[in-house]
Structure formats: C-alpha cells, structure tokens
C-alpha cells in the first residue's frame, strides 16, 4: 500500500509564492511517476505537472514558467515550487504518484490566491 500526505498549502495574495511538498510512503520502489493535480470549484481536475524517478518533466501550459516540480528519491518526497501565483491556480492541489499502471493520491491541500 502506498500512502501519501501533502503539506504547504494556504492563503497568498497574487504574485506570491507557496511551496508544495508531498511525502510518499509504503511500496514505492523503482520506477514510478509523481504528479500534482488541482481541482478548482466546479471544474475537473487537471494534470498540473509530473516528474519521473528520473527526473523527467511535464507541466501544464499554463503554469509553464511559473510552477517547477522536483523530487527527491532519497526522501520519497515531491516538491511544487509555485511562482507568480494568479487567482485562477486557487484549487485544491492533489498529489499522486503512479506505479505499475496504479495510481495514489493524497488527501488535497488548498491553495487559495487573493486578488
């Protein structure tokens, strides 16, 4: 089983920044996918960023030059640095991590940015 709990969320006025952390636990050995989520009032969940045990990196465009995900597989642990922070990134942020086709998600921690 693997378990995994956000932390770093809160309230920031735009252009701030707020840092993510996502610690992972359990059977997470080997390759393995780790990804931030957020999910705003009445929309779907979206794919905001992922990164391999190697290092390997994808974000959603509109986040692109703003928002850096990192890792540290010593830790087990994923990271969102999150930059130039506008009203529409407030969502609840989800962490998950992906192995073997199987997807864990953490609780959701909120981030909010005032106008």
């Known amino acids: 089983q693997v378990q995994l709990v956000e932390s770093g969320g809160g309230l920031v006025q735009a252009g701030g920044s707020l840092r993510l952390s996502c610690a992972a636990s359990?059977?997470?050995?080997?390759?393995?996918?780790m990804s931030w989520h957020r999910q705003a009032p009445g929309k779907q969940r979206e794919l905001v960023a992922s990164?391999?045990?190697?290092?390997?990196?994808n974000y959603v465009d509109s986040v692109k030059g703003r928002f850096t995900i990192s890792r540290d597989n010593g830790k087990n642990t994923v990271f969102l640095q999150m930059t130039s922070l506008k009203p529409e990134d407030t969502a609840v942020y989800f962490c998950?991590?992906?192995?073997?086709?199987?997807?864990?998600w953490g609780q959701g921690t909120q981030v909010t940015v005032s106008s």
């Open positions: 359990g059977s997470i050995g080997g390759y393995n996918v």
């Open positions: 990164i391999t045990t190697g290092g390997n990196t």
């Open positions: 998950s991590l992906r192995r073997y086709a199987r997807d864990y």
